[in-house]
């Protein structure tokens, strides 16, 4: 089997997997009658943040490797082709959002181990 269809089947585990973990979760806590605040101040947030990371890897980082990895192999991946004026900006633009994402996410789990929320 060539290497990017096994890390794209790896892409679609964990974050498929983790997409229905927080399902799970979130069944849970309807059934159980918290609050996502309740939740996220009590002993499952470990997990639910867990769950979250695993489908933002899987999704953000592995999916984005097998797609490398996939025009190495093949060469150049199918699909339409977008101009170097539109694709550059639109680019950059993606890695300002992620990296603004990963502030966010940065500030969120520092105050949760300071205990400001």
């Given at each position: 089997?060539k290497?990017w ?6 892409s679609?585990?964990?974050?498929g997997?983790?997409?229905f ?5 979130k069944?849970?806590?309807i ?7 309740e ?10 943040l867990?769950?979250s990371?695993g489908?933002i ?6 999916f984005?490797?097998?797609l490398?990895?996939e025009?190495k ?8 082709v977008v101009?170097?004026s539109?694709?550059?900006?639109f ?11 990963l502030?966010?996410a940065i500030?969120?789990?520092?105050a949760?181990?300071?205990g400001?929320?």
């Open positions: 089997m290497k269809k096994i890390v794209t089947l790896a679609w585990i964990v974050t997997g983790s997409a973990w927080l399902w799970l979760l069944q849970d806590r059934k159980a009658g918290l609050t996502e605040r939740v996220m101040i009590g002993p499952d947030a470990k997990w639910v867990m769950a990371a489908f890897l899987g999704l953000f980082v592995i984005p490797i097998s490398y990895f025009e192999e093949e060469g150049r991946v199918g699909g339409p101009s170097d539109l694709r550059k900006p680019i950059t633009i993606l890695y300002v959002a992620f990296a603004i994402f502030l966010i500030a969120v789990w520092a949760f181990l300071t400001k929320i």
